[in-house]
């Protein structure tokens, strides 16, 4: 896919499913030959996991993505609520590739559930920071189940008072947050991070990129009538992975615009769809953008 014209950077998203969708041995192809067909300079994936006797599920994708080009990257997560995942040492979260070497990093644990009787609504989900190139990224993962808009409030408030202490205000674009957010763009939680309402009286902005590129379209990711991997959780077709960008206004250049996004891993490239989700990529303005090192742009 060709990028927009002049300096950008390219954001992938991504909720890869790892461990609890099946065939990820077959999948994990999948999601590279997406990544090599994208070419981006940062890719955010959830649903990833380590444990004491398993590698890191992003590192294989790391490992045999981008050809001569390296990644850096960075994961962080928490265990899985011990009724239904009996290993303490695995750990389930967010990972964050990146062209440039990596600065800065930070785990941040997001509110949970700790009284819900079914364990499913116990995850501890997580916010993953890292810096690279001067720009701040983060992964989250919001409460899955549509009942528990209760918790993802909380999430994304946690998800606004961590970025505002972590992020650069003289980085060279606004932060950029993506995810699997698990909330359609009506609900509470999406509004409040587009400033169309307040929680209690705070506010924050956070541009919606699928939007900010002027999609009308519905910009589906979970889609049961097109995905079978997605037909296990009975739910509706909705859009619930997005793209997020900072406030941008008065940015010289138009350093921060969105000028494209498109849904991906949404058709199979080697006989296997990527995940139970399709993704996102994104083109973001970034005048004198640095050329990644070992390229020549």
């Keep these: 896919m060709p990028r927009a014209e002049g300096d950008v950077l390219r954001v992938v998203q991504l909720n890869m499913g790892s461990l ?36 890191c599920s992003a590192e294989w994708v790391v490992d045999h993505a981008g050809g001569d080009q390296r990644w850096d990257w960075r994961f962080g997560g928490h ?14 979260g967010s990972a964050i590739l990146t062209r440039w070497p990596v600065e800065r990093h930070q785990l941040v644990s997001l509110p949970f559930d700790t ?23 983060y992964s989250t993962h919001l409460s899955a189940a549509p009942v528990q808009a209760y918790n993802r409030r909380r999430e994304v408030v946690a998800i606004d008072e961590a970025i505002r202490a972590s992020s650069d205000p003289g980085a060279p674009l606004p932060p950029v947050l993506c995810g699997d957010f698990n909330a359609e763009p009506g609900s509470d939680e999406i509004r409040f991070l587009g400033a169309l309402t307040d929680f209690d009286g705070r506010w924050t902005y956070y541009r919606d990129a699928w939007a900010a590129a002027g ?10 009538r097109t995905n079978p991997a997605c037909r296990a959780l009975n739910v509706p077709p909705k859009r619930i992975d997005y793209v997020f960008l900072g406030d941008a206004f008065l940015r010289p250049h138009g350093a ?36 990644p090192p070992g390229t020549t742009g």
Excluded: K, M
């Design 256 to 291: 921060g615009q969105v000028v494209r996004a498109e849904i991906v891993f949404d058709e199979p490239l080697t006989g296997i769809l990527a995940s139970d989700h399709y993704g996102l990529v994104v083109d973001v303005v970034w005048p004198d953008r640095p050329a």
């Design 115 to 137: 009284d819900a009787p079914d364990p499913r609504f116990r995850f501890q989900n997580e916010l993953l920071h890292v810096r690279a190139a001067g720009v701040d990224v």
């Design 215 to 224: 999609r009308s379209d519905a910009g589906i990711t979970a889609d049961p």
């Design 79 to 92: 265990p899985i609520p011990e009724p239904l995942w009996p290993d303490r040492t695995l750990r389930f």
């Design 20 to 55: 609890l969708e099946p065939h990820w041995d077959r999948r994990r192809h999948e999601v590279v030959a997406w990544l090599d067909r994208l070419d981006p300079d940062v890719v955010c994936l959830q649903e990833v996991w380590v444990s004491a006797d398993q590698p």
